[in-house]
């Protein structure tokens, strides 16, 4: 068995008003020569590609490895959305294990736009088709109001309780030169922002943007790095409850403990953490199912959070570097990780960092996503 | 408007929404349709905006835990609040709810 490292990794520039030369595709192949770079190797070393976008239709992995030039071994096109990351990390992870591929190009993009990101959400599955949508949900910010309120309510939370992990996180994207939104975000700023769909604020919700995000897998160390950066756990959940919870609660909740014990680690042992971030009660609700909230207080998490010492998504995370599709902002939480855990976060570098949470969280069924996966990466 | 109804297993009378292929306490691939008449708001959310639309009305939809105990997404006509007791019909297989009187 090979011992897979993520080797490289590369993303294109994030918009939010692509120009005409920014397809989905063009925002693919910078991230994907960036990535490349990064680890070292040519087109010509890459065996294995896995792919994840909304908006390559009707091309799909085969066209890109095409157009891409690439001759494989190997090849996956991912279609979960906010799991589609860790789900390709996965599948990648075990093709290299077994010898299946030597080099993976482990690739997301997206560049709907507005208007074809409402196309797609307002029909994301057959249920929201035909039992959400014609209600006027306003896509995932309807549903993920409700479980939001849900969790102000379980937990005793205010809606101003919220604005610290936005704050934080803006904070990191500070220090991100590809994020969208830079500059600082204020309490009252959060308080007073329009409501999109009660309790969310404008804050609470994912910006839409273009981009594309890219990582190499590899057997191989990348001898130009100085550490390298190893999965030590990794695990998934699939409906875990089908539908019938409140969303408060996540898949972690039937796998932490093999997580942690597979990594023969435990959460104090974590360094630094990509939860994924689509809206802020998801993010509290997989870092309390980790474990990382002490007692599940997370009103008193919240309130210690507004500067830089929790080391949570400090790439900025979705909330402010922005969502260039669930898939390509998935991927860009594991590499920020590997970069964190490689000492290579310039000025967002976490001190001594050696191991690194990742999380995917998504396909939004009916109440709640169904899929949740989580890694836990080593830097050596 | 029809009545609401909701899918109940005919092997094991498990309630559910949107139909399953399999139920998925039993197995069973039978179901009977049981109107679902009433329910209590639990949350609401008042949509203001909606991705793309320039002109949207703002309108509530909520979480409602019907008479059968299984909780749904509603769409709101008229004023509610959490705790009301709302009446379900069903528009084309979209829950609607409105204020009981």
Redesign the interface.
Request: aromatic share 6%.
């Given at each position: 068995m090979y011992d897979p490292k993520i080797i490289g990794v590369g993303q294109s520039e994030y918009t939010r008003h692509p120009s005409e030369s920014q397809t989905v595709q063009n925002l693919m192949r910078d991230a994907t020569n960036n990535a490349l770079n990064d680890a070292n190797l040519s087109l010509k070393d890459i065996d294995g590609l896995a792919i994840a976008s909304f908006s390559i239709t009707p091309d799909s992995a085969i066209d890109v490895a095409w157009r891409f030039g690439l001759s494989l071994n190997w090849l996956l096109q991912d279609t979960n959305g906010g799991s589609s990351a860790m789900n390709m990390l996965g599948h990648g992870m075990r093709a290299v294990q077994t010898g299946a591929a030597k080099n993976i190009l482990i690739l997301a993009g997206d560049a709907t736009g507005l208007a074809g990101y409402a196309k797609i959400a307002n029909a994301y599955n057959s249920a929201t088709r035909d039992h959400l949508s014609p209600l006027g949900h306003g896509g995932p910010n309807g549903v993920y109001s409700l479980v939001t309120t849900r969790q102000m309510k379980k937990f005793n939370l205010q809606k101003e309780d919220y604005a610290n992990l936005l704050i934080a996180q803006r904070n990191w994207a500070s220090m991100n030169p590809h994020a969208v939104y830079k500059s600082p975000l204020s309490k009252e700023e959060y308080i007073n922002a329009p409501i999109v769909a009660g309790p969310l604020c404008r804050y609470d919700c994912v910006p839409v943007i273009a981009g594309s995000y890219a990582l190499i897998l590899s057997r191989n160390e990348n001898d130009t790095l100085q550490k390298q950066v190893r999965i030590k756990a990794f695990q998934q959940s699939f409906n875990y409850d089908n539908q019938e919870g409140d969303g408060t609660e996540t898949g972690i909740i039937t796998f932490k403990n093999n997580l942690y014990d597979t990594a023969n680690l435990a959460p104090q042992d974590i360094d630094v953490y990509s939860i994924y971030d689509d809206y802020p009660a998801i993010v509290l609700a997989q870092l309390n199912d980790l474990g990382l909230i002490k007692n599940s207080d997370i009103k008193n998490y919240l309130q210690n959070m507004s500067n830089l010492d929790i080391p949570l998504n400090t790439w900025g995370g979705m909330l402010s570097a922005g969502q260039p599709g669930g898939m390509a902002g998935g991927l860009n939480g594991i590499g920020e990780v590997a970069l964190q855990l490689q000492n290579r976060a310039n000025d967002r570098q976490v001190n001594s960092a050696k191991y690194g949470i990742v999380t995917g969280y998504g396909m939004t069924l009916y109440r709640h996503g169904g899929t949740v996966s989580a890694a836990i990466l080593e830097g050596f | 408007m029809a009545k609401m109804e909701i899918y109940m297993c005919k092997s094991c009378s498990k309630y559910t929404?949107?139909k399953?292929y399999f139920c998925?306490n039993c197995g069973s691939i039978d179901y009977d349709l049981v109107e679902a008449g009433e329910g209590i708001v639990?949350?609401?959310?008042?949509?203001?905006?909606?991705?793309?639309?320039k002109d949207?009305k703002p309108?509530n939809?909520?979480?409602v835990e019907t008479n059968l105990g299984?909780?749904i997404?509603?769409?709101i006509e008229g004023n509610i609040e959490v705790g009301d007791l709302v009446t379900l019909s069903s528009?084309?297989?979209?829950?609607i709810g409105k204020r009981s009187r």
């Open positions: - | 929404f949107p399953k998925s639990k949350e609401i959310s008042l949509i203001n905006h909606m991705l793309g639309q949207w309108r939809i909520a979480n299984i909780c997404t509603v769409g528009d084309n297989g979209v829950p």
